[in-house]
C-alpha cells in the first residue's frame, strides 16, 4: 500500500542476482542507476509503480520494493533520506573478500 505522498518518490528495490539497489524506469525497467527513475507525484501513481514491482517479484528478479522520496536536483534526483542515499552508492564492504582464487564472486545462488 503506497504512503502518503508528500513530494516526488521512486520506486527502489534490491536485485535477488547481486544485492544492488535498483529503480523502476519509465520503460519499467530495474536500473541500478537513480538518473531515469519513474517519479510518482500523487499516491495513485504511487500505487500504480508498487503494482508494477509484481511480475518482478513474481520472477524472483527483485525483493523488497518501495517508494523512497527523492529531491529533484540540477545534477538529477537525490533520495532525501540518507540511509537511501548510501544505499545508491553501492556496497560498502570492499567485495574482494567475497571472491573465489579465479576472481569470480562468490555470490549465493
Known sequence: MA???????V???????DGMAVFLSNDNVWLTSIENAQFARSEEEAT?????????????D???PYLIEI???????????????????????QV?????PNGQLALAS
Not at 11 to 17: I, K, R, V
Not at 48 to 60: G, H, T, Y
Not at 82 to 90: N, V
Open 3 to 9: 504512503k502518503k505522498i508528500t513530494g516526488p518518490q
Open 11 to 17: 520506486l527502489t528495490a534490491n536485485q535477488l542476482s
Open 48 to 60: 500504480d509503480l508498487e503494482a508494477c514491482a509484481l511480475p518482478a517479484i513474481r520472477s524472483n
Open 62 to 64: 527483485i525483493v523488497d
Open 71 to 93: 529531491e529533484e536536483t540540477e545534477a538529477g534526483p537525490v533520495p532525501v533520506e540518507f540511509r537511501e542515499r548510501r544505499r545508491i552508492a553501492g556496497p560498502s564492504v
Open 96 to 100: 574482494t573478500f567475497n571472491t573465489r
